[in-house]
């Protein structure tokens, strides 16, 4: 009867011991996609800045057009590939997408950058002012929520990879894939794109 119970000890040990792993799992998982959601939280607010921003340099720069279809365009892609993070949930080919259109969104919004440098009324605007600083401010809330997203990111990768979880997490067919972590180009990380009107 010992041997019974010393065996039934050991599988009530196994299965806290496994419990304590998927729920460890699961409160990463969760910190991630929070994390995440911080990220999503600012740049919508940056898309939603983008209109007005073209908008008041609409009325000082007509024959720019193009620089300004860019910028739209590159919002556009941006807001899309977001959106596909939230229906796909965080895959390596979504945060790729993702990085890529701020990338060229970040590069539009340099190029219109310069052309603003030619109108000095434009950049001494009030409107303009005051765009240039929430869209800096939200520039650096978004630096610090990719941050967070990716030390969440590392933190569940290298727990998961851990031993001896990664093998039980064989047993736990959602948590299989690695997340992937949010990189902009080296530029971009190093310099804030700098809204100056």
Not at 100 to 128: R, T, W
Not at 162 to 184: M, Q, R, T
């Amino acid at each position: 009867m010992s041997i019974l119970l010393v065996i039934l000890a050991i599988l009530i040990l196994v299965g806290i011991f496994l419990i304590g792993i998927y729920n460890k799992l699961v409160a990463l998982l969760n910190e991630a996609k929070n994390a995440f959601a911080q990220i999503d939280v600012q740049l919508k607010r940056r898309y939603d800045l983008i209109p007005n921003l073209i908008e008041v340099v609409k009325k000082y720069m007509a024959h720019e057009k193009q620089t300004l279809e860019n910028v739209v365009n590159a919002r556009n892609r941006a807001t899309s590939a977001l959106e596909s993070i939230k229906q796909n949930g965080l895959n390596d080919s979504d945060m790729r997408n993702l990085a890529s259109a701020e990338n060229e969104l970040k590069s539009a919004l340099n190029g219109l950058n310069i052309q603003v440098e030619a109108y000095p009324e434009l950049k001494a605007s009030e409107n303009m002012l005051q765009l240039s600083e929430e869209i800096t401010s939200t520039e650096n809330k978004i630096g610090f929520a990719r941050q967070s997203y990716n030390d969440a990111v590392t933190d569940f990768n290298t727990y998961k990879q851990s031993f001896p979880n990664n093998i039980l997490v064989g047993f736990f067919p959602k948590f299989h894939k690695d997340l992937a972590l949010l990189e902009f180009k080296e530029e971009n990380i190093q310099k804030a794109p700098k809204i100056e009107f």
